[in-house]
């Protein structure tokens, strides 16, 4: 039987009258690029926080790499990077000191390996040129590059990024994914919460969704469009036409929308369109996407 990456059974967490986590079930596997969805307050932070050990449930579960978070908490913490969504750093101390650092809370030797390691972070992160800079010194993004170097300086195999690519520029982004896809590449657990919706939709093989401290969709990402989105035909005419077979007109003068499941719809109504004597102008077919599946599942409280 392989040990999952990680394990959550039947947490639940409590904030006062708001209950943040009701009752969550998740395993992921090893080696998964997963992504962890949910609105503000669907309970996300709390779930991230539990895992890596910062807050304790009031009652369930949580296994890293097999090691219980609270049972045994040195070991599952040496199995888990968290790159957090806040800004946080030690403003006294250089880039490359602030990894020394990190290292040295994990125990590692300060030997040629890990300063081989700490290198090759520093170059994959485009931080080699700041390795010597204060922490104070750094822009936004630089800071956050840092926070990646901190999560990965004792190689964990799962690494969870919360929010990694806020406010940040898209060099920035087009690093840090080009390096993550590496690290799950060679094995890595990730686990990705973001709200920018086309991340996840390239990146994530899997998705599980929040919502009001539950998870309300989990599976892969392809199903999810499947299931919960469909293709569109936009149409520019001239006429109303497109009305009686079916397409729903938008708010834009001329343009027309009708939602399919398959490719094969498209030829018949096209030239049900033409014979009734419709001049199409323009024509575009949108694919589904994880924006679409997001809202749907949201607004759909059969789903809870």
Known sequence: ???????????????????????????????????????????????????????????GRIEIMG????????????????VPQELVFDP????????????GYYGIDPSRA?????DEILESLDLTSKADANMRSLSGGMKRRVLVAQALVHRPPVIVL???????????????WQFVRRLNQEGHTIVLTTHYLE????????????????????????NLLSHFSSHSLRLHTQGDQP??????????????RFSFAQFDEIEPLLARIRTAGCVINELEIG??????????????RACA
Do not use: H
């Open 199 to 222: 991340e996840a939709e390239n990146l994530c093989g899997r998705i599980a969704m929040l919502k009001a401290g539950r998870i309300v969709a989990l599976d892969t990402t392809r």
């Open 114 to 118: 890990r300063q081989a390691w700490i």
């Open 243 to 256: 009305a009686q077979f079916g397409m729903t007109k938008e708010d834009v003068e001329g343009w027309w």
């Open 67 to 82: 090691c219980d978070v609270q049972a045994n908490y040195r070991a599952a913490r040496r199995q888990l990077g968290v």
């Open 92 to 103: 006294f101390f250089s880039v490359r000191e602030t990894l020394e650092i990190q290292a």
């Open 287 to 300: 694919k589904p996407d994880l924006e679409s599946v997001f809202v749907r599942v949201m607004q759909d």
């Open 162 to 176: 919360d929010e990694p690519t806020a406010g940040v520029d898209v060099e920035l982004r087009q690093t840090l």
């Open 1 to 59: 039987m392989i040990t999952a990456a990680i394990r959550v059974e039947q947490v639940f967490k409590r904030f006062g009258t708001v209950q943040a986590l009701n009752g969550v079930d998740l395993t992921i596997q090893p080696g998964e690029f997963f992504g962890l969805l949910g609105p503000n307050g669907a309970g996300k932070t709390t779930l991230i926080s539990s895992i890596g050990g910062l807050s304790r449930p009031d009652a």
